[in-house]
């Protein structure tokens, strides 16, 4: 029978796998320890948001916690549980969160609002009457899987408002003999779920047709799965994930290392060794941001900016640098005299001397930008200068970025930069995007009294600029008027009758008719007035 055509598998060579193998370990080694907070309880379950800035969720006890990687802070607390949280999981755009726990609940929270009634869940699902271990969104994010301590799959639709007991699954299937403690579902296919359980086995699950479609005998308890085999650790594996798009696969287990391995060949990358046995850990989308939860403690990793003396490649770099790619020697030949070598020496063309803030902006760093212009000694008098950098920002769209989380005296100097020069007619159109800019930053946040103090005259300005320009408008109509009214009544001087004027009424004599009257005519006048002195 002829078999279908399989192409050949691809093999590095020895040298190629050296060197991707050292510039694999200098880019693990990399991640560096940023801070470690304390939980209350063991850290039951940590995830890592899809979508930047990353913000890591974990839960302890009755407490789940969102974390800033950014500023390495608490974000927002949620602890309105009766019973402790276990188990939890973002969907792909990074807005809701879905949290399971001992009450047998599946909720679900907006992650985008962090105060007022944000801590209250937008959905409630009494999924058993037992322990929730897993819970995880769907690919589309429409529906969410709850995995539980009576082996149980169980599918909700998020749209739906049924509150508890009243909520209704859309796919129930028993699917092992005991707990169910990890599961997956498969990102190129909303129906294929992955689950581990306390029985040993895994499976694979068709939800349109609730059928198992794959079983592993692991002959241990599963504590997590993903869609990938392995078996990296001499003791329990806890945690597996994946990173480096799909290259890179990352374990911990409670032999209290953190281990990654390359997927073409399984082959070790690097080894982290922790101070206490894992029981969670995840990393972010871009490989920059890792945690790990052991026992009581969260630990959050960030990458370090690579050295170039460090890279595996700076041997090679360095051999080329040695490397002769200068002329050959000159030789002087004369008559009569021997053959002499010249060195031949032409003068280096001068480097350009690029001023430090045209650099910041080069390299796009604009809020550094605004902290050189109006930070420490400010100085109002270049203003010329300072309007053009700040076009230069407002042009590339980031004079939001650009103003946000600014210090005090940084926005108190740029306030009164703006009440000095917003109304020249030169800087206007800059300045005007920067102070719309900067109110839709700050308009929602608390200003210092010294910064307020500034808004209140820049107010004061603005209202005094405003009616010099009702007085100017109405200067203009006044004179608008005039002028047109003297283009009515204004005629040729060599054009002169008696006529009543248009707009006041008042007679007007032209000069030609005073030259074309007659002697009779005077004399008539004069009669008519010794008659009338009469």
């Given at each position: 029978?002829?078999?279908?055509?399989?192409?050949?598998?691809?093999?590095?060579?020895?040298?190629?796998?050296?060197?991707?193998?050292?510039?694999?370990?200098?880019?693990?080694?990399?991640?560096?320890?940023?801070?470690?907070?304390?939980?209350?309880?063991?850290?039951?379950?940590?995830r890592?948001?899809?979508?930047?800035p990353?913000?890591?969720?974990?839960t302890?006890?009755?407490?789940?916690?969102?974390?800033?990687?950014?500023?390495?802070?608490?974000?927002?607390?949620?602890?309105?549980?009766?019973?402790?949280?276990?188990?939890?999981?973002?969907?792909?755009?990074?807005?809701?969160?879905g949290?399971?726990?001992?009450?047998?609940?599946?909720?679900?929270?907006?992650?985008?609002?962090?105060?007022?009634t944000?801590?209250?869940?937008?959905?409630?699902?009494?999924?058993?009457?037992?322990?929730?271990?897993?819970?995880?969104?769907?690919?589309?994010?429409?529906?969410?899987?709850?995995?539980?301590?009576?082996?149980?799959?169980?599918?909700?639709?998020?749209?739906?408002?049924?509150?508890?007991?009243?909520?209704?699954?859309?796919?129930?299937?028993?699917?092992?003999?005991?707990?169910?403690?990890?599961?997956?579902?498969?990102?190129?296919?909303?129906?294929?779920v992955?689950?581990?359980?306390?029985?040993?086995?895994?499976?694979?699950?068709?939800?349109?047709?609730?059928?198992?479609?794959?079983?592993?005998?692991?002959?241990?308890?599963?504590?997590?799965?993903?869609?990938?085999?392995?078996?990296?650790?001499?003791?329990?594996?806890?945690?597996?994930?994946?990173?480096?798009?799909?290259?890179?696969?990352?374990?911990?287990?409670?032999?209290?290392?953190?281990?990654?391995?390359?997927?073409?060949?399984?082959?070790?990358?690097?080894?982290?060794?922790?101070?206490?046995?894992?029981?969670?850990?995840?990393?972010?989308?871009?490989?920059?941001?890792?945690?790990?939860?052991?026992?009581?403690?969260l630990?959050?990793?960030?990458?370090?900016?690579?050295?170039?003396?460090?890279?595996?490649?700076?041997?090679?770099?360095?051999?080329?640098?040695?490397?002769?790619?200068?002329?050959?020697p000159?030789?002087?030949?004369?008559?009569?005299?021997?053959?002499?070598?010249?060195?031949?020496?032409?003068?280096?063309?001068?480097?350009?001397?690029?001023?430090?803030?045209?650099?910041?902006?080069?390299?796009?760093?604009?809020?550094?930008v605004?902290?050189?212009?109006?930070?420490?000694?400010?100085?109002?008098?270049?203003?010329?200068?300072?309007?053009?950098?700040?076009?230069?920002?407002?042009?590339?769209?980031?004079?939001?970025?650009?103003?946000?989380?600014?210090?005090?005296?940084?926005?108190?100097?740029?306030?009164?930069?703006?009440?000095?020069?917003?109304?020249?007619?030169?800087?206007?159109?800059?300045?005007?995007?920067?102070?719309?800019?900067y109110?839709?930053?700050?308009?929602?946040?608390?200003?210092?009294?010294?910064?307020?103090?500034?808004?209140?005259?820049?107010?004061?300005?603005?209202s005094?600029?405003?009616?010099?320009?009702?007085?100017?408008?109405?200067?203009?109509?006044?004179?608008?008027?005039?002028?047109?009214?003297?283009?009515?009544?204004?005629?040729?001087?060599?054009?002169?009758?008696?006529?009543?004027?248009?707009?006041?009424?008042?007679?007007?004599?032209?000069?030609?008719?005073?030259?074309?009257?007659?002697?009779?005519?005077?004399?008539?006048?004069g009669?008519?007035?010794?008659?009338?002195?009469?």
């Amino acid at each position: 029978m002829a078999q279908p055509y399989l192409p050949a598998e691809k093999f590095l060579s020895r040298k190629q796998e050296t060197i991707l193998l050292d510039d694999d370990v200098i880019y693990w080694k990399r991640m560096q320890q940023l801070t470690v907070f304390q939980e209350p309880s063991v850290v039951s379950s940590v995830r890592i948001s899809p979508k930047k800035p990353f913000h890591v969720a974990t839960t302890s006890s009755v407490r789940l916690t969102l974390y800033d990687t950014t500023v390495c802070e608490p974000l927002n607390l949620f602890s309105r549980f009766k019973k402790g949280v276990c188990s939890i999981d973002f969907r792909h755009d990074g807005r809701l969160l879905g949290i399971g726990g001992d009450e047998g609940k599946v909720r679900i929270f907006d992650v985008e609002k962090t105060t007022g009634t944000s801590k209250v869940a937008l959905r409630v699902m009494q999924a058993s009457q037992s322990t929730v271990k897993s819970v995880h969104f769907s690919p589309r994010g429409d529906t969410i899987f709850s995995l539980a301590d009576d082996g149980k799959i169980k599918q909700w639709l998020v749209a739906d408002t049924a509150y508890g007991v009243n909520a209704v699954p859309l796919v129930e299937i028993q699917a092992h003999d005991d707990a169910i403690r990890c599961g997956a579902v498969s990102s190129i296919n909303d129906h294929c779920v992955l689950t581990g359980g306390y029985d040993h086995k895994v499976r694979l699950w068709d939800i349109r047709s609730k059928e198992k479609t794959m079983e592993l005998d692991c002959e241990h308890p599963v504590e997590s799965v993903l869609f990938l085999p392995g078996n990296t650790h001499y003791k329990t594996v806890t945690s597996l994930r994946l990173a480096t798009r799909s290259t890179c696969l990352l374990t911990a287990g409670i032999d209290r290392r953190v281990n990654a391995f390359r997927t073409t060949n399984y082959s070790l990358i690097h080894s982290w060794s922790m101070p206490s046995p894992i029981l969670d850990l995840d990393v972010s989308r871009d490989d920059e941001t890792m945690a790990i939860g052991m026992g009581n403690l969260l630990a959050l990793y960030r990458r370090a900016e690579i050295k170039k003396e460090t890279t595996a490649n700076a041997l090679i770099e360095d051999k080329k640098s040695m490397i002769r790619v200068a002329a050959p020697p000159v030789k002087l030949a004369e008559k009569d005299r021997e053959t002499q070598k010249v060195e031949v020496v032409a003068k280096s063309a001068d480097r350009l001397k690029i001023p430090k803030i045209d650099g910041m902006l080069t390299n796009y760093k604009h809020a550094a930008v605004i902290r050189l212009l109006f930070g420490g000694k400010f100085r109002s008098s270049v203003d010329a200068a300072i309007v053009s950098y700040l076009r230069v920002i407002v042009m590339r769209g980031a004079i939001h970025r650009a103003l946000g989380g600014q210090e005090i005296s940084v926005q108190k100097n740029l306030l009164i930069f703006l009440n000095h020069h917003l109304f020249k007619t030169q800087y206007f159109p800059t300045l005007r995007e920067v102070a719309l800019a900067y109110f839709d930053v700050y308009s929602s946040e608390k200003l210092d009294q010294n910064v307020v103090k500034q808004v209140q005259r820049l107010k004061t300005t603005l209202s005094r600029e405003l009616e010099v320009q009702k007085m100017i408008s109405s200067l203009i109509g006044s004179i608008d008027l005039i002028v047109s009214t003297t283009k009515i009544n204004v005629k040729s001087s060599s054009d002169l009758v008696l006529e009543e004027d248009d707009v006041f009424g008042e007679p007007m004599i032209r000069a030609k008719d005073l030259d074309e009257l007659k002697p009779s005519d005077v004399g008539k006048d004069g009669q008519d007035g010794d008659m009338d002195t009469n």
